[in-house]
């Protein structure tokens, strides 16, 4: 796309043409340009434990959350092979603990 701007100072009939773009033309289309980034992976916090939810450490180590009891602060889940089948026993781990090991969980709408 080329931009044409008129030369104001030059006498009227004499205005010449550039392609260059004006000002107003780039701030245009750099903000249709700029684009929000999304993040897929987020580090799990207390409201996101739930039953079935499925977590990942930094060496991509899977488990599944299979029990949550928020009264007594525990939660109980298995490791997960590549297959997302169950890999080992139970775990069971306080929340607290949980969290401070730096379990991430899969964006809304991602997978990990």
């Known amino acids: 796309m080329i931009y044409l701007s008129i030369e104001e100072h030059e006498p009227r009939g004499t205005q010449s043409y550039t392609g260059k773009p ?8 750099n903000s ?6 999304e993040s ?20 991509g180590n899977r488990i599944r959350i299979d029990r949550v009891d928020r009264i007594a602060g525990l939660l109980s889940y298995h ?17 607290m603990q949980f969290l401070a090991e730096g ?10």
Request: hydrophobic letters at 35%.
């Open 22 to 29: 004006t000002g107003l033309d780039q701030s245009v289309s």
């Open 32 to 37: 249709e340009v700029t684009t929000k980034a």
């Open 40 to 59: 897929t992976v987020q580090k799990a916090a207390d409201p996101d434990l739930e039953v079935g939810l499925i977590c990942a450490d930094r060496d």
């Open 79 to 95: 490791f997960l092979n590549d297959e997302l089948r169950v890999q080992e026993g139970i775990q069971d781990r306080s929340i």
């Open 103 to 112: 379990w991430y969980r899969a964006a809304p709408g991602k997978s990990l």
